[in-house]
């Protein structure tokens, strides 16, 4: 939903060539609104973009075209048919509150018009650039490819995610390399980071994702960055367990087939001068498109707690915990009892080769009825290519359930058939009021904007995988909110109390243990965003330890604004949030043990409480040592705080 407060149109620049040849070499500048960002565009026998920061230039994109079945765009000696630019000045109000509860849409944009076939628009933003193609060609057309050339100066570095081919979970973990020293047989995930020798960063990213496939790069060679797609599917996988059914087996040439006019997604290019900056970028959800549903009322962000990990674990109680009534009941008590929104079904409670094949432990119906007397909401996982060959007689059984929503997992592709089944799940879940958190799943795109319903998503490594690694530490917390957070929402799992030191840490897969403080751990709730949040431990546990429960009860999911304390990727992470009339800070540190200022005068004047979890006195040997505290705090304020290796604080202020 749009608010225009300004709507400022510039003066068209009237540079009209129609029907002659371009000069040997044409140059447009598009200016941000503050004018620090320019991006000069250059036409010649291609289309070339440098971007420039208070005069610095960040990158050269080069070699900007795509090729049809018909010809391509820009065409063999281009022609530049209209030149148009203005300026845009309009607020966005999110249907979900991510991160603000709204958000400015500034930009100075320019379409130029490259004859019958279509025309690229750019956007110049305060935070970074962004550009699309726009096609006008009759009927349907076969995408043959698309190219981008990203060259950045030797002595920049990327710190980005790999993978062997374009079969993918997306969970693999960040590396650093010397932007020309990047390896070159693989294939790098969006989005990922160029660090300039000067301060500055640049995060490549895509928005407005649809019928078309993901945009990946691969180095090719002195720190150019191509871009590459995958095909359309020719053939699948069929064989073996079903996790891994319908993955790819072999390609077309081409990479999409689609309807010859229509908009390709946005390429877009995060510019931040500073770290901090990067945890405001908002661009993948402005370039979106606006909420197809018209009432979301019934979305509702919230807390789940599910059965993965936590049924494994119930002690203390007087039945066989499992898949079965028992258990579910159980779950549901817990999270009625600190008004959690969500129980969650996790792999288990049916066949994953047929939704309908249910556990024969588990009454469906008498969790239902025991849900709604609760007031808690059901949700289920299910294997995306199980729902999709089944999908309207199970979504119409699950209706009939009352079922809240789905947690889908194991696409592990984007491919243009793949980004088509996320719309189209993401449509037929709304039609029938159900949420989505997408697992197995490629980073947000977009489709999150356009169906509100879908609040979170995989895409990232996250909790579970110190069931067998080390990889979620407190290093890679400290990677996220200035990588992945840009793309959207994170399924993460945070708050678990089982905490461990970096030295007493072990894999142990149906009980994974937290790297990091248990003050860490529920710092990660405020400096992580996702508007569902699950829980990993069982009930177990969190009723053992009630006073960390109940405090991680009193925490938002939805956010309506956001200021950042302190930002160093990778070192430490500190950011106030505010949620109605209170507010909530949350400060990390990674292995580095070390004292913080938490400047308090982002508060308005006046007299607050505050009660905040802190790292206990021997917190960097026995990572569960915590201290629960209380007091009273106002803006003028300055507290100096301590952070255990692998540490973290936590604090909700109220009036």
């Known amino acids: 939903m749009y608010h225009n407060h300004l709507l400022k149109y510039v003066p068209f620049l009237m540079a009209l060539f129609v029907g002659c040849r371009t000069t040997p070499t044409q140059e447009y500048v598009l200016h941000s609104p503050n004018s620090k960002l320019e991006a000069y565009i250059i036409i010649q026998d291609n289309i070339r973009i440098d971007l ?90 076969i995408v043959q490819s698309e190219q981008m050339n990203l060259h950045c100066p030797t002595g920049d570095s990327a710190t980005m995610q790999f993978s062997e081919r374009f079969r993918s979970s997306y969970e693999t973990p960040y590396e650093k390399w010397a932007i020309n020293e990047v390896p070159r047989e693989k294939r790098i995930h969006l989005p990922f980071l160029i660090q300039k020798s000067n301060g500055f960063s640049l995060v490549i990213l895509e928005s407005d994702l649809e019928d078309y496939p993901g945009l990946w790069f691969q180095h090719k060679g002195k720190g150019t960055l191509s871009a590459i797609l995958p095909g359309v599917p020719r053939s699948y996988s069929v064989e073996g367990r079903p996790y891994g059914h319908g993955q790819v087996l072999e390609y077309e040439s081409y990479i999409a087939r689609t309807t010859g006019e229509r908009t390709f997604p946005w390429r877009i290019f995060a510019v931040a001068s500073n770290d901090g900056e990067l945890l405001k970028n908002t661009l993948v959800y402005q370039l979106a498109k606006p909420s197809q549903i018209e009432d979301i009322s019934w979305i509702e962000p919230g807390v789940v707690t599910f059965d993965w990990w936590g049924r494994r674990n119930i002690y203390g109680v007087n039945f066989k915990s499992g898949i079965n009534t028992e258990t579910a009941k159980y779950f549901i008590d817990f999270a009625a009892d600190f008004g959690f929104e969500y129980f969650l079904f996790d792999d288990g409670w049916t066949s994953n080769l047929n939704l309908f094949d249910i556990r024969p432990e588990l009454d469906m119906e008498e969790v239902m009825e025991y849900a709604r007397e609760k007031d808690v909401k059901i949700l289920l996982w299910v294997i995306w290519a199980t729902l999709e060959r089944q999908m309207e007689e199970a979504l119409d059984l699950f209706e009939k359930w009352g079922i809240a929503g789905l947690k889908i997992d194991f696409m592990n592709r984007d491919d243009q058939e793949m980004v088509r089944f996320y719309h189209r799940i993401a449509a037929e879940a709304a039609s029938r009021n159900m949420v989505i958190d997408f697992h197995g799943a490629y ?130 992470t500190a950011l106030a949030r505010k949620h109605g009339e209170e507010w909530y800070v949350g400060a990390i540190t990674n292995w580095t043990e070390r004292d913080m200022e938490i400047d308090f005068s982002f508060l308005e004047a006046g007299e607050y409480r505050i009660e905040w979890i802190e790292d206990g006195m021997n917190a960097n040997t026995r990572a569960i040592d915590y201290q629960l505290r209380q007091g009273a705090v106002s803006n003028e304020d300055v507290w100096t705080i301590h952070l255990a290796s692998g540490g973290g604080w936590v604090a909700r202020i109220y009036k």
């Open 52 to 141: 420039r920061y208070n005069k610095e230039k960040i990158c050269s994109v080069e070699d900007i075209s795509m090729l049809f079945d018909f010809g391509s765009l820009p065409a063999n000696k281009t022609e530049v048919a209209l030149v148009g630019k203005k300026s845009v000045n309009e607020v966005i109000i999110p249907e979900i509150n991510e991160k603000f509860k709204s958000i400015e849409d500034q930009y100075e944009t320019v379409k130029m018009d490259f004859g019958s076939y279509g025309f690229i628009e750019f956007r110049a933003y305060d935070n970074g650039l962004a550009y699309r193609f726009v096609t006008q060609a009759p009927d349907s057309m």
């Open 443 to 572: 980073k947000p795109a977009g489709l999150r904007r356009k169906f509100p319903n879908v609040l979170t998503r995989e895409g990232l490594i996250e909790f579970e995988y110190n069931g067998w690694t080390d990889h979620a530490n407190p290093v890679h917390h400290n990677l996220l909110p200035y990588i992945r957070m840009l793309a959207g929402p994170m399924d993460y799992i945070p708050a678990t109390m089982n905490n461990a030191t970096k030295n007493n840490f072990r894999p142990v897969g149906d009980h994974p243990m937290g790297l990091g403080t248990r003050a860490h751990a529920i710092a990660l709730w405020i400096i992580l965003e996702s508007p569902m949040v699950m829980l990993p431990d069982a009930p177990s546990d969190y009723y053992r330890e009630r006073e960390c429960t109940e405090f991680i009860s009193k925490l938002p999911v939805v956010w309506d604004d956001l200021y950042v304390l302190h930002a160093q990727m990778g070192e430490f």
